[in-house]
């Protein structure tokens, strides 16, 4: 973008009088006002368009850092006309009031927006998540938690949808190509339709963990068949790496497995006599039975 070429200065020879050289500085500061107020002009023409670019429809903008992520999604959340669809597997940011995180949806709430959100079950169990649902909760916001659970999203109106974007995943992607935006909303429907609803009331833990946990311990025995390891485990369902290694330490009693792969075979194994029609498969070669040595 070409700024236009600074007014050429006239050197200031000595003049007939002192009114003549006053005239000359009078008329140069002219010229530099005029070429400023251009310049300034062209800027914001500019910074408007790259603006209307970055909202119009089927772009996709990037947004890197913590603070400039939050304004972005903020102001997204505000401008929501019909609906919200959040999806937050790591709970309310700690560090942030419960009041400032409901500021962003508080004024499209009480204009009669509708949102619903998605926690993994492990929300469950957060003092600071049971704090927040039980304030959305009062502008009349749906809360379900999953025990699988995919990344964080937001989609807003069917017409802008939020994830996460760039390197080491400290950036977010700002999405209005509707295509895309449709694709991410049934994601989240899907999801919404398997979760459960958060009931909030005063509980204590070990409430809530009779509630969740025989789903939590069918996901895990899901992930385990499919070979992923303790940590991915431990990511996928939002947990710690020390509760998961608890939870296959318990399964591989229940089952008297004596090592990992062992396991993986007995609750396939389990898996398969339960399905309808289904053919049970044979121990492959070398494996040793349940409760015998490896």
Known sequence: MSLGSA?????LTPAGSPLESLLRIADTLSSLERYATETAGRLVLAEDTDAEAAEAP???????????IQDAVDEVLRRAKHEILTSRPDGPDPTRPVDETCAAVRD????????????????????????YVQQVMTYGVEVRTLPEFFDRLVVVDGEVAVIPGGEHGHGAALIRDRSVVAFLGDVFERAWVRAERFPFRPVRAADAAGEVMPDVRRAIKTLLIEGRSDKAIA???DMSLRSVQGHIASLREQYGAQHRFQLGYEMARDAYAAAPTATVPTAPAGSAPAGSAP
Do not use: C, D, N, W
Request: net charge positive; charged share 25%.
């Open 108 to 131: 499209p709430l009480t204009r009669g927006v509708v949102m619903r959100t998605l926690f993994p079950h492990s929300a469950r169990f957060s003092e600071p998540t049971k704090r």
């Open 58 to 68: 089927g772009s996709i903008r990037y947004v890197e850092g913590p603070g400039a």
């Open 7 to 11: 007014p050429t200065r006239q050197p």
């Open 235 to 237: 990511r996928r369902l």
